[in-house]
């Protein structure tokens, strides 16, 4: 045998397969099938007679029938201190690539821009970070960022949409809205889209 089945299923069908071939051969082929299958078989009860000298096949079977041992759940406080880590190191990565505004304009216009909800802003230890991606080359708001917090504002924070904005999209292929917004902002708009209907019970 060139190869040792890892899983009780690959016997199973790896049995199946030999009927087929036994019964598109003859009975002669069966024949040698069944005695091989004998001799298998005693080997494998053998091994299990004896499992301190199990060796081989017979071991693997076993080993791969054992129950596994589920993990112990979290509980609720765990749990919330995994996801508060998790949120916390996102967010400093998201400060770290995208804290500051690119836009250049003055803070007034900028406070005006977030009260219209053309942009967003987050804060951050007491300070307030505006990211520049939700600016075009001439420092104005992206219809687009504006849309998408139409479509999700009402529904996450301004960290929620910093950090939605930053991450990988399954409506997107895998790619960051944030790269998007200048080269197919319909595409990011759309994404949006999908994402408000899915929260929508």
Avoid at 43 to 64: M, N, V, Y
Avoid at 82 to 97: I, M, N, V, Y
Avoid at 181 to 200: H, K
Wanted: hydrophobic share 40%.
């Amino acid at each position: 045998m060139s190869r040792k089945p890892e899983r009780s299923h690959d016997v199973w069908l790896a049995g199946l397969g030999a009927l087929a071939i036994a019964e598109q051969e003859g009975s002669d082929l069966f024949q040698i099938l069944v005695e091989k299958g004998e001799e298998l078989e005693q080997t494998l009860i053998s091994d299990l007679r004896q499992p301190k000298r199990a060796r081989g096949f017979g071991l693997e079977l076993r080993s791969a029938l054992k129950p596994k041992k589920l993990p112990e759940p979290l509980d609720s406080d765990e749990v919330a201190r995994r996801q508060a880590r998790r949120l916390d190191l996102a967010r400093k990565e998201f400060l770290k690539e995208f804290g500051g505004s690119a836009s250049g304009a003055p803070r007034g216009a900028l406070d005006r821009w977030r009260r219209e909800r053309k942009i967003f802003a987050v804060a951050d230890r007491k300070a307030t970070y505006v990211p520049g991606f939700q600016f075009d080359d001439k420092g104005h708001p992206r219809p687009a960022v504006a849309r998408v917090i139409q479509l999700l504002g009402d529904t996450t924070s301004e960290w929620g949409l910093a950090l939605w904005f930053a991450a990988d999209n399954g409506w997107l292929d895998g790619r960051r809205p944030v790269d998007l917004l200048a080269s197919a902002p319909e595409e990011v708009v759309e994404a949006a889209e999908r994402e408000a209907e899915e929260l929508v019970f």
